[in-house]
């Protein structure tokens, strides 16, 4: 028998056509999601990217899986939601705090110290009943949040000492995602939050152009930043969730069977990343402990009280203080 192979590659979606004559249960077609991932590897996010390509592939006979490029290749997060949203690839995995400029409303997760625990952000940020039409709301403009994933808690990290109190930040240039919440938060943190993509941290706090950072302990270790900031003080101050936003006519193209094996698979690929972060911050403190870097506990009461404010004057729209209220039933 001949077998014929093409690729044709389109926007986003890669589809191999084979052209020779197959039984009942073999795959026609092969569709492969292109995803940016901008971390290695070796990042919880990527092995639970990687399982779900693997369940998606098996549970469709082949017929759709997933390629994922990791390390920043295919560009910064915002150029890959905005790449995703085009439909030059098909999915981007992005922090929550970025699709703020999609809409406002993105924000009700975004603000410091609104979860609780890594437990009580799972029970959230995946639970359709709270999250509401919120994943769907930009799909307008070309895309929708399929999965959320944690990324554990932020902490600010410097270069030349540790945080122990707010004015510990005073003047302190400190890097913080691209979303005027994060530049607002860190400004009342005591620091001055400057907004950049991840790939150019390194560089900008060895050259001082920044004094620090602040992140979950896995990617402080696994881009080196301990090598250069290595006071890492656990402020905790944010908890975002990670988001797989995908290209709409992509998801809505697939035939509903596959839709609900898609998305019953990135639901057990999120369950599977939130159970193995944990883990996977511990041994990254470890290794970084172990490489110099000084890890301390901090005292949040003087943060939260800094920054609460801003939850009142984020909050303004009825869907994200519907939202905000599902979460915190008992303040109610
Ligand atoms: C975390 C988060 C990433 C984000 C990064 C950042 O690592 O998981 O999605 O890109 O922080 O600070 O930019």
Do not use: C
């Given at each position: 028998?001949?077998?014929?192979?093409?690729t044709i590659r389109l926007a986003g979606v890669s589809i191999v056509a084979l052209s020779a004559v197959f039984g009942p249960s073999s795959a026609l077609a092969e569709t492969v999601f292109e995803i940016a991932f901008n971390q290695p590897e070796s990042h919880p996010q990527y092995k639970a990217m990687e399982r779900f390509g693997e369940a998606l592939a098996e549970r469709t006979n082949g017929e759709y899986t997933v390629?994922?490029?990791?390390?920043?290749?295919?560009?910064?997060?915002?150029?890959?939601?905005?790449?995703?949203?085009?439909?030059?690839?098909?999915?981007?995995?992005?922090?929550?705090?970025?699709?703020?400029?999609?809409?406002?409303?993105?924000?009700?997760?975004?603000?410091?110290?609104?979860?609780?625990?890594?437990?009580?952000?799972?029970?959230?940020?995946?639970?359709?009943?709270?999250?509401?039409?919120?994943?769907?709301?930009?799909?307008d403009q070309g895309i929708v949040v399929v999965a959320a994933f944690t990324a554990g808690s932020r902490n600010v990290y410097l270069k030349d000492h540790p945080v122990n109190t707010p004015e510990d930040l005073a003047g302190q240039k400190i890097r913080v995602m691209q979303s005027q919440t994060n530049i607002d938060m860190m400004n009342m943190m005591g620091g001055n939050g400057i907004a950049m993509g991840q790939g150019e941290v390194y560089t900008a706090i060895q050259t001082g152009v920044l004094d620090g950072g602040e992140n979950n302990e896995v990617t402080y270790w696994s881009l080196k930043h301990s090598e250069i900031a290595p006071y890492f003080s656990?402020?905790?101050?944010?908890?975002?969730?990670?988001?797989?936003?995908?290209?709409?006519?992509?998801?809505?193209?697939?035939p509903d069977d596959v839709k609900q094996i898609f998305l019953e698979e990135l639901q057990k690929a999120a369950d599977y990343e939130f159970e193995v972060f944990a883990e996977d911050a511990a041994k990254s403190r470890?290794?970084?402990?172990?490489?110099?870097?000084?890890?301390?506990?901090?005292?949040?009461?003087?943060?939260?009280?800094?920054?609460?404010?801003?939850?009142?004057?984020k909050l303004t729209s009825d869907v994200t203080k519907k939202i905000y209220s599902q979460m915190h039933p008992a303040s109610e």
């Amino acid at each position: 028998m001949k077998n014929v192979k093409n690729t044709i590659r389109l926007a986003g979606v890669s589809i191999v056509a084979l052209s020779a004559v197959f039984g009942p249960s073999s795959a026609l077609a092969e569709t492969v999601f292109e995803i940016a991932f901008n971390q290695p590897e070796s990042h919880p996010q990527y092995k639970a990217m990687e399982r779900f390509g693997e369940a998606l592939a098996e549970r469709t006979n082949g017929e759709y899986t997933v390629k994922i490029f990791p390390n920043e290749l295919l560009g910064a997060q915002k150029e890959t939601v905005e790449m995703a949203q085009t439909g030059t690839i098909a999915m981007s995995l992005a922090a929550a705090s970025l699709l703020e400029s999609w809409n406002p409303d993105f924000v009700v997760f975004n603000l410091p110290y609104v979860f609780d625990s890594i437990e009580h952000q799972k029970s959230v940020v995946n639970n359709p009943e709270i999250v509401g039409d919120l994943y769907n709301s930009v799909a307008d403009q070309g895309i929708v949040v399929v999965a959320a994933f944690t990324a554990g808690s932020r902490n600010v990290y410097l270069k030349d000492h540790p945080v122990n109190t707010p004015e510990d930040l005073a003047g302190q240039k400190i890097r913080v995602m691209q979303s005027q919440t994060n530049i607002d938060m860190m400004n009342m943190m005591g620091g001055n939050g400057i907004a950049m993509g991840q790939g150019e941290v390194y560089t900008a706090i060895q050259t001082g152009v920044l004094d620090g950072g602040e992140n979950n302990e896995v990617t402080y270790w696994s881009l080196k930043h301990s090598e250069i900031a290595p006071y890492f003080s656990y402020t905790q101050h944010l908890m975002i969730p990670d988001y797989l936003v995908m290209n709409v006519d992509y998801f809505e193209d697939m035939p509903d069977d596959v839709k609900q094996i898609f998305l019953e698979e990135l639901q057990k690929a999120a369950d599977y990343e939130f159970e193995v972060f944990a883990e996977d911050a511990a041994k990254s403190r470890a290794l970084a402990e172990e490489a110099g870097a000084q890890f301390n506990d901090v005292d949040l009461q003087p943060f939260r009280d800094a920054v609460r404010p801003l939850t009142e004057e984020k909050l303004t729209s009825d869907v994200t203080k519907k939202i905000y209220s599902q979460m915190h039933p008992a303040s109610e």
